[in-house]
């Protein structure tokens, strides 16, 4: 008997492809459709993708179940995205929802059917390196998700398949579309996990998270404006700050460089070089490692401290086992309490921690 796997698909072109291949690979492939969200959210989309992923595996012949992990999503991801924006920082949701219920919740659901492994539309890939096993950067540089995947540790790996992870996304559109799926040309799915894109994020956040307003102040400590509430803002931010003419150059943009989170003023600055946006030292915490221990060689790893950021050289001293202070080469724009910084050695994901503050 061929060996069993499930595949989470989505209904994008990323799962459906990734479910032809091992079928064309001669493994024994079922589906699941995860529903994560419920609500009357007018960007869930989530009938529409039922019925693209569906009308997908009747075209290859492959059995689909639907499972609904509302329950799992709302306690270990969203409960979690709300705290840490109430707190004024910028979670990262997709990080955890893929360690919590597409790695956890998905792949113990998918044991209990009977598979041997579980399989995504992530564009990474997996090795095993000696009895370790070892998380890649996908080949398309373009499409790398291993950022998103650095909370997964040995035995999801050991259980995981990524077969896109070793092609680029241009040759996934023409295989959905020489095999006659009906989604090849459907737009890549943006926005939060499994909630979708949401074009007024503030009004979306003002549903959970009460509205604080407060002064905006320029870096010298002039006021120009007033903001909602700080949790509705990021570092870096440029549009929707609403600060009127008279402060500065006009020519020049305004930034979000800080929070003053004790008494609730927003800080920018004017200009994309302002220094106050560029640190080169930032600490973290909930420090995890894909191998289950730290690399023998920690002074000379490279980061990202967003997603398709390019690899930035960087020095790692670590506090204890969950803490680390970061030193980059060169100073980085705005470095944003609530992210993930994921660590590299060249194309292999070591792990990563999430940022607290800058220097």
Not at 116 to 135: C, E, F, M, P, W
Not at 240 to 249: E, H
Request: proline share 3%; charged share 25%.
């Amino acid at each position: 008997m061929t060996e069993p796997i499930i595949v989470g698909i989505s209904g994008g072109v990323d799962s459906s492809v990734t479910a032809l291949l091992l079928k064309e690979q001669g493994f024994n492939v079922e589906c699941i459709f995860m529903k994560n969200w419920e609500g009357d959210d007018e960007n869930c989309t989530s009938e529409e993708d039922y019925k693209d992923a569906l009308a997908v595996c009747d075209h290859l012949g492959i059995q689909l179940h639907s499972v609904n992990f509302a329950k799992e999503y709302w306690e270990n991801v969203f409960k979690y995205f709300i705290d840490e924006y109430a707190k004024g920082r910028t979670p990262n949701p997709d990080v955890l929802c893929n360690r919590e219920v597409k790695f956890k919740a998905f792949l113990d659901y998918s044991l209990k059917l009977g598979a041997k492994k579980i399989s995504t539309g992530h564009y990474a890939r997996v090795k095993k390196n000696g009895d370790k096993y070892a998380l890649y950067k996908g080949l398309d540089e373009n499409k790398d998700q291993s950022y998103f995947l650095y909370l997964l540790g040995q035995q999801q790996l050991s259980k995981s398949m990524f077969p896109i992870g070793e092609i680029k996304k241009n040759e996934v559109r023409k295989i959905a579309q020489s095999s006659g799926l009906i989604n090849y040309a459907k737009k890549d799915s943006t926005g939060i996990c499994f909630i979708g894109e949401q074009k007024f994020f503030k009004d979306f956040l003002k549903k959970y998270i009460p509205a604080k307003p407060g002064f905006i102040q320029t870096t010298d400590g002039s006021n120009c404006g007033e903001h909602d509430g700080l949790m509705y803002y990021t570092i870096g931010q440029r549009k929707g700050l609403g600060i009127g003419g008279g402060f500065g150059n006009k020519e020049e943009p305004w930034f979000v460089s800080d929070k003053d989170l004790e008494n609730n003023i927003l800080i920018v600055a004017q200009g994309h070089d302002h220094p106050a946006l560029f640190h080169k030292k930032l600490f973290a915490d909930q420090l995890h490692w894909i191998s289950g221990i730290p690399p023998k060689n920690i002074s000379n790893l490279s980061a990202k401290i967003r997603y398709r950021q390019k690899d930035q050289n960087c020095k790692l001293s670590l506090s204890n086992n969950e803490e680390c202070t970061v030193e980059f080469e060169t100073p980085q724009f705005a470095i944003t309490p609530g992210q993930s910084i994921v660590f590299y050695d060249k194309e292999e994901c070591l792990g990563g921690a999430i940022i607290d503050h800058w220097r």
